[in-house]
Every structure is written in structure tokens, then in C-alpha cells.
């Protein structure tokens, strides 16, 4: 069974940066499309941020986190990278990863496997 986890979010100032990371683990890595959703404080949605195709030669980014935001794969370390920076107070989020076998894709309903979430605060 597909199984993801996040790390590495935390608190950060306006301006600085933060790395959050997804491992994939029970499946094979490569088979996967993974994308970054966040929920803000307060929102009932997760909102799209970045995904990235399964061997990483197609990337998509939200217009809000265009230019600040750069995601990478290693497929031999099973693991999803987003380096945020120039970070913002409306970065302030859960940061969620989740994983499909297909294309991807920006709609949150079509990944089917989530990670638990890493909270990213930015202080202004």
C-alpha cells in the first residue's frame, strides 16, 4: 500500500525560505505523479501549489507561487522536493503532498493518496 509523508515545514520569516519534502513509500516511486496542495488557517479546501509528473519533465505551478516556488524529484530517494521562497504571510498553510498513478494534474480530487501534512507558518 502507497503510503507518503511530509517534512520539513516550519516557521519562517517574511522573505525567507523553507523545504518541504514528500517520500513515497509501498509502490513504485516512478509510477506516481505527485502534487503539493495547501490549506490555509480557517479554509475547508486545499488549494493547488506545484506538481510534477512521474519522471519529472513536466512541472505546473499555481500563478501564486510562480517564480518563488520550485519543485524537484529524485526518483532514487522516492521523494518530492518544494524549495519556497521569498515566502509570503498567505504561505501560511498545511502543506499536504498526494500522489496519483497518472498524468498530472491541478485538481485536488483526482489524487487518491495523501500524506498527513506539514504545517508552514510564515511571521510578517
Known amino acids: 500500500q502507497v503510503r507518503l509523508e511530509e517534512s520539513g515545514g516550519g516557521l519562517a520569516q517574511a522573505g525567507g525560505s523553507l523545504r518541504v519534502s514528500c517520500t513515497v513509500s509501498?509502490?513504485?516511486?516512478?509510477?506516481?505523479?505527485v502534487g503539493w496542495f495547501r490549506q490555509p488557517p480557517g479554509s475547508p479546501t486545499r488549494e493547488f501549489v506545484a506538481?510534477?509528473?512521474?519522471?519529472?519533465?513536466?512541472?505546473k505551478y499555481a500563478d501564486y507561487v510562480k517564480g518563488r516556488f520550485t519543485l524537484s524529484r529524485d526518483n532514487a530517494k522516492n521523494t518530492v522536493y518544494l524549495q519556497m521562497n521569498n515566502l509570503v504571510s498567505a504561505d501560511t498553510a498545511v502543506y499536504y503532498c498526494?500522489?496519483?498513478?497518472?498524468?498530472?494534474?491541478?485538481?485536488?480530487?483526482?489524487?487518491?493518496?495523501w500524506g498527513q501534512g506539514t504545517q508552514v507558518t510564515v511571521s510578517s
Open positions: 509501498g509502490d513504485t516511486f516512478n509510477m506516481y505523479a
Open positions: 506538481t510534477v509528473s512521474r519522471s519529472g519533465s513536466a512541472m
Open positions: 498526494g500522489a496519483r498513478r497518472s498524468v498530472i494534474d491541478v485538481v485536488v480530487t483526482d489524487y487518491n493518496v
